[in-house]
């Protein structure tokens, strides 16, 4: 048996800590908005990377500098957006935009934005392979504890294998990934919520006198994210998280998924699970602008890139992107995500459709996030408290 280190010091055991390091401080529907009332819930998506959801050399002056960062995240919070989250990029994906390739690490975004907001959820977007769970529990609590109990993690699997063959290693095969994912996160919620200190002794990991304090600002956790839409991913989701977020491609399909994983967590594991989507969002003042807009992504759309993408998704990397991996335009105009094209009233009224087929929140890219967020909060936002959708 190994002798631990504070066996072979003679180290002092730690005495037992207050409840203001061994406790939440607040309820999360009290602190967190992704547990508000809004029947529709609203987020940006992909703001810490270059070209945001978009493959494309489509004009625009998103870029990613922290000042236009912050501004993009302080304009959602006084809209009253419910969340930011974002990509975890390591590499790009090559082509002629290395889309994706210019970002910010999203923990250490997640921390800046928390301290330059005042109620939006921040996410951060966590690869679980590439971080160790002692390391994310307490980078998650720090940002938890900046932004008052507003946090929630973003938990991906990690699906691009260059990026895993940069951390030295070759990636899992797909339900293994979920496996390992599984123990990474059951010992991370341990350093959330247990008091005194305890052992890991598992297939993936092994360690002795594990403690953590403080806790996170929300109990009894903050909240939990997976986009995993394969049954390994459903599976985890149901199990696990909080919110789950699914790419899918037509209305009907949407009803079926949210309405399935909806009663897996609920028979199966006694959990009440919440759906959003995301996707790319073009409003123009006339449907004829915004056609033209989206297509003018398309057309001047960084194949290239796309195709990286799709090859990587398509070798059996990831099931979330079965359906886009048919339709490209998803890819270079949306990441794969449900597109939505038209004019106020047309946004107004696809988004409830969403919402009518169980989706209860979209988050979403823009061409130009900081300039047509302000169109969107003058012209979508009132259509969507008058159909009852926000309030």
């Known amino acids: 048996m190994t002798v631990t280190a504070n066996e072979r010091l003679g180290l002092n055991p730690t005495d037992p800590r ?15 908005p992704l547990f508000g009332d809004q029947k529709m819930k609203l987020g940006l998506f992909g703001t810490n990377t270059s070209y945001g959801l978009i493959m494309s050399h489509a004009p625009s002056s998103f870029e990613i500098t922290w000042a236009h960062t912050k501004e993009i995240a302080q304009r959602a919070d006084r809209l009253g957006f419910d969340v930011l989250v974002p990509v975890a990029r390591w590499k790009g994906f090559g082509g002629s935009t290395n889309f994706n390739g210019n970002c910010f690490e999203t923990y250490t975004w997640a921390a800046g934005v928390a301290e330059a907001t005042e109620r939006i959820a921040v996410a951060a977007t966590s690869h679980l392979p590439t971080m ?42 797909h339900d293994e990934r979920y496996a390992y994912g ?26 002795e006198l594990l403690e953590a304090y403080p806790k996170p600002h929300q109990g009894p956790r903050p909240a939990l994210i997976n986009a995993g839409n394969s049954p390994s991913g459903i599976e985890f989701s149901a199990r696990n998280v909080d919110f789950n977020f699914a790419s899918l491609d037509t209305l009907d399909n949407i009803k079926a998924y949210t309405a399935a994983l909806k009663q897996k967590a609920r028979d199966e594991y ?12 073009v409003c123009r003042d006339t449907e004829k602008e915004a056609e033209r807009a989206f297509q003018q992504v398309v ?90 959708l926000r309030h």
């Open 270 to 281: 006694q959990r009440t699970i919440h759906a959003m989507t995301y996707g790319l969002v």
């Open 132 to 173: 160790h769970p002692i390391v994310a529990a307490k980078q998650a609590t720090t940002v938890d504890r900046i932004s008052g109990g507003r946090f929630a993690l973003n938990m991906v699997m990690g699906w691009v294998p260059p990026e895993m063959e940069m951390f030295g290693s070759q990636q899992r095969e």
């Open 299 to 388: 057309e001047e759309g960084d194949w290239g890139a796309a195709g990286n993408v799709i090859k990587i998704a398509g070798s059996g990397a990831s099931q979330s992107f079965d359906h886009a991996v048919k339709m490209q335009e998803r890819f270079i105009a949306g990441w794969g995500g449900y597109p939505i094209v038209g004019t106020p009233e047309q946004v107004t009224e696809k988004l409830g459709e969403l919402n009518e087929a169980g989706m209860e929140g979209m988050i979403f890219g823009l061409i130009d996030y900081n300039e047509e967020l302000k169109y969107f909060g003058e012209n979508v936002m009132p259509l969507l408290k008058q159909a009852g």
């Open 18 to 32: 207050p409840a203001s390091e061994t406790r939440p401080a607040q309820d999360r529907t009290e602190t967190n």
């Open 182 to 207: 599984q123990e990474w996160l059951d010992f991370v919620d341990k350093l959330w919520t247990e008091e005194g200190s305890f052992a890991i002794h598992s297939k993936y990991f092994d360690a």
